[in-house]
Structure formats: C-alpha cells, structure tokens
C-alpha cells in the first residue's frame, strides 16, 4: 500500500514558478513509476508527466507536449518524494495537480492514467493572468 500527500499548490502570476512535492510512504516507492497529473473545471483528468524506474540510480522523465520544457519532474528517494518544478506558468496551467503511483506504461503509445494505482488527494495550483 502507497499513500501519497501533494503540496506546494498555490496562487502565482503568469511566468512565475512552482514546485509540488508528493510526499510517499511505502518501502518500494522509489521502484514505483509516478505520475503527475492535473484537473481543470470542467475538463478530464490529463498526464502532465511522469518518472519510472531506469535501473540502479537512473530514472526515465516524460512530460505532456504542453508542459514539456517549462516543467521537470525529480525523485528524492532519501525523503521518498517526487517534485514537479513548474516554471513559466500560465493560466491555462491553472488546475488541481495529482501525483499518482503504480505501473508505467509499456509503451509509448499507452496511458499513464491505466498503471496508477494510488492517489494523492491533489493540490491546486492557480495562475493568474
């Protein structure tokens, strides 16, 4: 069992920045694949991106077209939590922000969404224009 608390949501201007942390218990997070994922109103859940196990110390990132660039995603396994830096914010951006656990996909083609099993409560995260 994972259990996994965001933070660091917030309100910001446009062009500022922001890091979320998930906060994850369970001995074998750091061999879990997390995803990030956002839910504007009125709008589905979307994959902003995500980080899966490499191999010893190496870790693959992905990130949605929209977000690639402006946001990094980084594991601390020493404090068992993930960030998601998030710079060059824009309105559009404004969302609550989920980090989830579980399975990434097998290839490049499948959801993020299908291999989280575990789910962290969400954070929001408000730009303003």
């Known amino acids: 069992q994972v259990q996994l608390v965001e933070s660091g949501g917030g309100l910001v201007q446009a062009g500022g920045s922001l890091r979320l942390s998930c906060a994850a218990s369970?001995?074998?997070?750091?061999?879990?694949?997390v995803g990030w994922f956002r839910q504007a109103p009125g709008k589905d859940r979307e994959f902003v991106g995500g980080s899966s196990w490499g191999g010893v110390g190496t870790y693959y990132t992905y990130y949605a077209d929209s977000v690639k660039g402006r946001f990094t995603i980084s594991r601390d396994n020493a404090k068992n939590t993930v960030y998601l830096q998030m710079n060059s914010l824009k309105p559009e951006d404004t969302a609550v922000y989920y980090c989830?656990?579980?399975?990434?996909?097998?290839?490049?083609?499948?959801?993020?969404?299908?291999?989280?099993?575990?789910w962290g409560s969400g954070t929001l995260v408000t730009v303003s224009s």
């Open positions: 989830a656990a579980g399975r990434a996909p097998n290839s490049d083609s499948a959801p993020w969404l299908d291999g989280m099993y575990y």
């Open positions: 369970g001995r074998a997070f750091r061999l879990s694949a």
